[in-house]
């Protein structure tokens, strides 16, 4: 469902991703993990089409991202770090302007909604603006914005920081509940959450890929622990 080949972008001097290679079919959920800075954000606004690549190109749901960028977008969702919200807006209003930026029906957006509410569990904040909800409902909002249309690939920026340990658990039971339909990549920098969402583990550092394995291996290979391979690999040790 996504085929990325030569992936590669630039900003001025620095090279943020390059020559970035990966598959993903339906039913895996990534991990693109990597330190701060080694372009894994790069690399999924380009997949999103926020941004276009000086090199390489991708497939996502077939659609080529540079010449099809209007197909890709109604084939994701997308969940950046900080989800543009309008605080305003109560979470169902809010809702209502996503189905109507994704062309969901008038006949169709109630039910909808419903679903997304339901996944995400928003019904006790359905109601609220969103400038008064906690930090956790509004990543949740960010989720269900995602979900609207039942997009077949899900990209989610660090969809569990800053949350408590009982909500990081409640957003990666959504995940993988959904994870059987869909491709998904999940970035982050927290590596527990590799073992308790992904199937399949990529580690960018400095712009490419140096490693594709998955969380078991990388556990195997660290002596146990995935915080020293992942250490010691993007820091160049062997």
């Known amino acids: 469902?996504?085929?990325?080949?030569?992936?590669?972008?630039?900003?001025?001097?620095?090279?943020?991703?390059?020559?970035?290679?990966?598959?993903?079919k339906k039913g895996d959920v990534l991990g693109?993990?990597?330190p701060n800075g080694a372009g894994k954000t790069t690399t999924m606004r380009m997949l999103a089409c926020l941004i276009q690549p000086d090199g390489g190109t991708a497939l996502v749901n077939g659609f080529n991202i540079v010449e099809k960028p209007l197909q890709v977008r109604y084939s994701i969702g997308y969940?950046?770090?900080?989800?543009?919200?309008?605080?305003?807006m109560t979470t169902l209003s809010f809702l209502n302007?996503?189905?109507?930026?994704?062309?969901v029906s008038k006949k169709k957006r109630d039910e909808e909604i419903e679903r997304v509410v339901g996944i995400c569990s928003l019904h006790s904040v359905r109601h609220q603006t969103i400038e008064t909800l906690s930090k956790g409902y509004k990543k949740r909002v960010g989720l269900a914005q995602a979900l609207v249309s039942d997009p077949p690939v899900l990209i989610l920026d660090e969809p569990t920081d800053g949350l408590d340990p009982n909500q990081k658990r409640d957003v990666r039971d959504m995940i993988t509940s959904m994870a059987k339909n869909k491709a998904i990549i999940v970035s982050t920098h927290i590596l527990e959450e590799l073992e308790a969402t992904c199937n399949r583990s990529i580690?960018?550092?400095?712009?490419?890929?140096?490693a594709d394995s998955t969380p078991a291996e990388f556990r195997e290979t660290g002596g146990g622990s995935i915080d020293r391979y992942f250490e010691n690999i993007t820091r160049g040790e062997n």
Request: charged share 20%; with cysteine; glycine share 8%.
């Open 97 to 103: 302007f996503v189905c109507d930026v994704r062309r």
């Open 1 to 24: 469902m996504i085929n990325v080949k030569n992936l590669s972008k630039r900003f001025g001097p620095i090279i943020a991703v390059d020559d970035v290679s990966f598959q993903i």
């Open 32 to 34: 693109f993990i990597g």
């Open 203 to 210: 580690v960018i550092s400095r712009g490419s890929i140096v």
């Open 79 to 88: 969940m950046p770090e900080n989800t543009p919200l309008y605080g305003e």
